[in-house]
C-alpha cells in the first residue's frame, strides 16, 4: 500500500511539472542544434518561452543560441556551416537564392506577423500622423534588410518619398541606434523593444506610431536551414518547429504578465514590470502567429515589399524557398 501512494506521488509531482506547457527534464543523447538569430528581442517571445519551458529538450534538442545582430550576418553564419538554422526575415533567403546560391536557405517556420518595430519621437506628440515626418531626420535601419523597408512602404502608403521628403539615417549599425538617438539631434528614430521602451523610461523618447499596426499583416520573421541540411534531418526540423510551436501555443494562451516571467531570464537586464509592459504592446498588436505555416500569399506580399524597395527584380518560386510540411494547423 506504502509503494502505491509512493507512485502515486510521483506521478502528480510529474503532472505538475508539466501542465505549465514543455517537460524540463532532458532526454539523454540530445541533438546538438545551433540557431543563431537575428536580435535578442522580446518580440521573439515564443522563442524563448519555448526555451525556457523546455520544449526544445522535450524534443530531444540540446539547443545552442546565438545571436547574430543583423539578418546578413545571420544569413553568413547559415552559410558558412556555423550555425544549422536561422532566424531572421526572409528576405535574406531570397537575396541569396537571387544571386545563385545552390544550396540556398529554405523557409520551414513563420513566427511572427507583424513589424515588431516602433518610431520613437525627440519630443511627445499627442495626435501623431506619418505627415508628421516630413522634413525630419530618422535614424533607420539597414538597406534592404526588413525594418528600413517596412518603415519606407509605410512612407510610400502614406504619400511621403523616402529620398526626398525626410533624411534617413541608414549608417548606424544594428542594435545601436537607440544609443546614437540619445546623444544626436535626430527627430525620429525606428526601435525594436526593450529599447522604445527603455527611451521612454529613460525621458529621452517617446512612443509615437507602431510599424506593425500601420504596415498590416506582413511575415517579419521566421526559421530556415539551407537544403542540404533539411534533407539530411527532417527529423531535427520537425522537432524544432514543434517545440517552436508549444511556445506559440503558450503566448496565445497566457497573460502578458505570465509570458513575462517566463522569458524573464532571457532579458536579466529588463525588470519584469517592463518586459510585461512590452509583451502586452506585441499581443495587443496580434503579432505572434498561431501556428508556423508560412502562406503563399504572405510569401508573394514580402516579395511585393522588396521589388517595391527595389531591392529584388523579379520574383523567385515559393515552392523553392518555403515548406510547410514540417507545420501543422492549429
Known amino acids: 500500500m506504502k509503494r502505491n501512494l509512493s507512485i502515486l506521488l510521483v506521478l502528480s509531482m510529474v503532472l505538475l511539472l508539466t501542465a505549465g506547457g514543455c517537460s524540463k527534464k532532458a532526454e539523454s543523447?540530445?541533438?546538438?542544434?545551433?540557431?543563431?538569430?537575428?536580435?535578442?528581442?522580446?518580440?521573439?517571445?515564443?522563442?524563448?518561452?519555448?526555451?525556457?519551458?523546455?520544449?526544445?529538450?522535450?524534443?530531444?534538442?540540446?539547443?545552442?543560441?546565438v545571436t547574430g545582430y543583423g539578418a546578413d550576418k545571420t544569413m553568413t553564419a547559415l552559410i558558412s556551416k556555423d550555425a544549422d538554422i536561422g532566424f531572421m526575415g526572409s528576405e535574406a533567403s531570397i537575396y541569396a537564392y537571387a544571386q545563385g546560391q545552390k544550396d540556398y536557405a529554405v523557409n520551414f517556420a513563420q513566427l511572427t506577423q507583424r513589424a515588431g518595430n516602433f518610431l520613437?519621437?525627440?519630443?511627445?506628440?499627442?495626435?501623431?500622423?506619418?505627415?508628421?515626418?516630413?522634413?525630419?531626420?530618422?535614424?533607420?535601419?539597414?538597406?534592404?534588410?526588413?525594418?528600413?523597408?517596412?518603415?519606407?512602404?509605410?512612407?510610400?502608403?502614406?504619400?511621403?518619398?523616402?529620398?526626398?521628403?525626410?533624411?534617413?539615417?541608414?549608417?548606424?549599425?544594428?542594435?545601436?541606434?537607440?544609443?546614437?538617438?540619445t546623444g544626436n539631434d535626430a527627430d525620429f528614430t525606428v526601435e525594436f523593444e526593450p529599447y522604445a521602451t527603455l527611451l521612454e523610461q529613460e525621458g529621452n523618447g517617446y512612443v509615437v506610431a507602431s510599424l506593425g499596426e500601420a504596415s498590416g499583416y506582413v511575415p517579419y520573421t521566421a526559421y530556415c536551414a539551407k537544403k542540404s541540411y533539411i534533407d539530411k534531418n527532417p527529423e531535427i526540423i520537425e522537432k524544432f518547429t514543434a517545440a517552436i510551436q508549444m511556445g506559440l501555443d503558450y503566448v496565445n494562451s497566457h497573460t502578458a504578465e505570465e509570458i513575462a516571467r517566463v522569458i524573464a531570464p532571457q532579458f536579466q537586464e529588463t525588470d519584469v514590470d517592463t518586459i510585461t509592459a512590452i509583451v502586452e504592446r506585441y499581443l495587443k498588436q496580434d503579432t505572434w502567429k498561431t501556428d508556423t505555416i508560412f502562406a503563399g500569399e504572405s510569401f508573394d506580399l514580402l516579395q511585393d515589399i522588396l521589388m517595391e524597395a527595389g531591392e529584388l527584380e523579379e520574383k523567385v518560386p515559393y515552392e523553392d524557398l518555403v515548406t510547410t510540411r514540417f507545420s501543422k494547423t492549429r
Open 120 to 181: 520613437v519621437s525627440r519630443e511627445p506628440i499627442d495626435d501623431f500622423s506619418w505627415d508628421m515626418l516630413k522634413g525630419s531626420y530618422v535614424l533607420g535601419g539597414r538597406s534592404g534588410g526588413m525594418p528600413e523597408m517596412i518603415f519606407e512602404y509605410i512612407l510610400k502608403d502614406n504619400h511621403i518619398d523616402p529620398s526626398k521628403d525626410l533624411q534617413i539615417d541608414q549608417n548606424i549599425d544594428f542594435g545601436l541606434t537607440a544609443a546614437a538617438f
Open 29 to 65: 543523447a540530445d541533438t546538438h542544434v545551433v540557431l543563431n538569430e537575428v536580435a535578442h528581442s522580446i518580440f521573439y517571445a515564443p522563442q524563448y518561452v519555448a526555451i525556457e519551458n523546455g520544449c526544445f529538450k522535450e524534443q530531444g534538442i540540446d539547443l545552442e543560441l
